[in-house]
């Protein structure tokens, strides 16, 4: 696709596959671009139009994303995907009446969609109606027993149900019908982690590995896994082989970045590691706190606080964020904050990892 675009630049049919490719690779910053490009080139193509809203969704960009899909429902009301991004936008800013009701307008325009359907089966599950989803999606299978699409979700739905059996064993009838299905392995490996499976695991993501031409996602899941037993080793060589394939590969820099810096290597690699992943993932709080506590390690306090108050701003009930906040405010002289953003850690995980630190900048604070 990229050679497509590089002999001509407008080719709008491959901008928009490659958009769907970069969502699908967890590259948000990308997609916008390349949905960007699309709709530029042909501003009345409904399509291309209809991917910038999700990418614009993607980055959290939800006002734009909203004036997208205001315009595309005028033009063309009874489209399904269109309903199905609404509901989508709908459930992300907390409307889950809303939501419902686009999502059930997708379904009546096309009973085969699957964004609709995982839309409603997201809301039944919030609300705690885990039987309403499972008659959702055991409609849909009995329909189209071997999509993969809707086995994954299946399987998903086993494992909030806390049935890992039988989450696996859709998983696994997912790949048999699909092998590429990249978010069967994904869960599969999750799901192996949480029952301490490593091994297991691993073998999933280098077969999964072996597929593929750019394995990126699974020399990353595999350099996860190595983390997870604490060999950093080896999980730097699988997050470097990552970066060989893409050098844009968001979740490898970052955790590359992270072991650079919390194993004594190069400060500047790490920061340039830390910065490109914040240029494909600016909303993602470990990437915010990756790249804020490298500015810190690096003594930049001042430019250590914008990224960290991101993370916190994302998710304050993670110590370790909360942490590393309140020593960079504590180094800049901001000790009331940083007596906040400390207490708050200590409230959140009373023995995380840095809690005597936390405690003992505590006590020199007051």
Excluded: C
Aim: glycine share 4%; aromatic share 4%; net charge neutral.
């Amino acid at each position: 696709l990229n050679e497509v675009l590089r002999l001509n630049p407008r080719a709008v049919a491959a901008q928009m596959q490659l958009a769907t490719l970069q969502m699908q690779q967890g590259q948000p910053a990308a997609a916008l671009e390349s949905a960007q490009a699309a709709s530029s080139a042909q501003p009345g193509n409904l399509l291309a139009r209809l991917m910038l809203a999700r990418a614009l969704m993607a980055n959290g960009n939800l006002s734009q994303a909203e004036t997208e899909l205001k315009a595309l429902e005028q033009k063309i009301p009874k489209s399904a995907e269109v309903q199905a991004s609404v509901g989508t936008l709908l459930l992300a800013r907390r409307d889950l009446a809303g939501a419902r009701q686009a999502f059930e307008r997708a379904m009546h325009l096309d009973p085969n969609s699957n964004e609709a359907l995982a839309g409603l089966v997201t809301l039944d599950t919030v609300a705690r109606r885990l039987p309403d989803a499972r008659k959702l999606v055991d409609a849909r299978l009995s329909r189209t027993p071997n999509d993969p699409a809707t086995l994954v979700l299946s399987a998903r739905l086993y494992a909030t149900a806390g049935d890992m059996q039988s989450a696996e064993q859709t998983l696994l009838q997912a790949l048999k019908v699909a092998p590429d299905t990249l978010e069967a392995y994904d869960l599969l490996g999750q799901l192996y982690v949480a029952q301490k499976k490593l091994d297991e695991a691993r073998r999933m993501f280098a077969d999964l590995a072996a597929r593929q031409d750019k394995p990126v996602m699974a020399k990353t899941m595999i350099g996860m896994l190595y983390e997870l037993e604490g060999n950093r080793a080896e999980a730097r060589k699988q997050y470097e082989a990552a970066l060989a394939i893409d050098p844009r590969a968001a979740i490898a820099a970052n955790n590359l970045a992270w072991i650079e810096a919390e194993s004594g290597g190069n400060l500047d690699v790490a920061l340039q590691l830390a910065q490109a992943a914040k240029a494909q993932l600016p909303n993602q709080p470990e990437v915010n706190d990756t790249l804020g506590w490298i500015y810190y390690k690096k003594g930049l306090t001042t430019l250590a606080l914008g990224p960290l108050f991101q993370a916190v701003d994302t998710a304050p009930k993670n110590a370790a964020y909360q942490f590393h906040l309140g020593m960079a405010l504590a180094k800049n002289g901001e000790k009331d904050k940083a007596r906040a953003a400390l207490t708050a850690a200590l409230a959140a995980d009373p023995n995380f990892a840095d809690a005597a630190e936390a405690r003992r900048t505590l006590d020199s604070l007051r």
